[in-house]
């Protein structure tokens, strides 16, 4: 692994790169994840590398949705597990719901190696100070994280291959599915059998953040660490009558206003 220094100003990027080379290397990731993150840094780019405002706005109404949820859950693949894995686990331990590795190009040796990182990492949130604001045994809830994926008892309707297979603890339940990264016809799916789809895409104009219900236009590590301050905060906040059209309409204005500043 190459040491990066802290002075250098592109850092953080060069360590997500980093996380998705090893990923790779490990053979945790699909053949195309690359390709996927490097469209994700052009956006991200394009957005200034920030969590913008109509991105914050989103982040508070996917927190105050998964909330009122009466079965939520969070959908990871590979490359949110590689960047994101910690924070979904203190996610879901706030949400006190399940973390469903499922992928779009699935291999049980793919969805095995990805759970066996998700434990690795709670072992390391386990160690970390415990988020302020937490109410009830922060250890506790952790270690309940539910992972799911290994052993899919359930088909997402209109979907055809192995993408459709999910277990029915998890997505197939839910009412509420937290989804980083997906693809627009599952998450087209997913909301024709009335679920509510919250997607984290840095492209406003994937299929995906269309489809869904809520879209976060904000990196998924970014987007993570948002919702994990707005649960500390404990606001309370009711979902609105939220218009993901609008609001993705709003994330376009914010580029164009970036970049003519640039
Ligand atoms: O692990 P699997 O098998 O489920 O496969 C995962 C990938 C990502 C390869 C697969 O879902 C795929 O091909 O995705 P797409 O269709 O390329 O879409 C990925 C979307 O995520 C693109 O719109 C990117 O802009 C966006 N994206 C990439 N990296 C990030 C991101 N959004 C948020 N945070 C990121 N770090």
């Known amino acids: 692994m190459v040491e990066i220094p802290d002075s250098h ?40 590398e920030r969590t913008t405002e109509s991105a914050e706005s989103a982040i508070r ?10 079965n939520p859950v969070i959908s990871v ?3 949110t597990v590689l960047l994101a894995g910690k924070k979904a686990l203190r996610l879901a331990a706030f949400l006190r719901c399940p973390i469903e590795v499922n992928l779009y190009y699935r ?40 992972l799911l994926g290994s052993s899919p008892d359930f088909r997402i309707e209109g979907l055809e291959g192995p993408r459709s297979h999910c277990t029915e603890e998890g997505i197939g339940n839910a009412d509420s599915i937290l989804v980083p990264l997906e693809d627009g016809d599952r ?19 994937s299929r995906s953040a269309k489809m869904a219900t809520v879209t976060i236009v904000d990196e998924v590590s970014r987007a993570f660490e948002g919702m994990l301050a707005e649960l500390i905060a404990d606001s309370n906040r009711v979902p609105t ?6 609001a993705l309409r709003d994330s376009l204005v914010e580029i164009a206003e970036f970049l003519s500043k640039s």
């Open 77 to 79: 693949n590979g490359n």
């Open 241 to 246: 009558d939220w218009d993901n059209a609008s």
């Open 187 to 205: 998450c087209e799916a997913l909301v024709n059998l009335g679920k509510e789809v919250i997607v984290v895409d840095l492209n406003p104009l």
């Open 107 to 146: 291999t049980p040796e793919r969805v095995s190696g990805l759970l066996s990182l998700l434990e690795k990492q709670r072992i390391l949130v386990l160690e970390e100070p415990e988020p302020s604001g937490f109410e009830g045994d922060w250890q506790e809830s952790v270690r309940n994280v539910t």
């Open 61 to 70: 109404e996917s927190v105050a949705r998964l909330r009122a949820a009466n």
């Open 9 to 48: 100003p592109r850092k953080k990027s060069l360590l997500s790169r980093q996380k998705i080379v090893e990923g790779n290397d490990k053979g945790l990731l699909a053949e195309s994840a690359m390709i996927a993150h490097g469209r994700g840094e052009a956006f991200d780019y394009l957005l200034g």
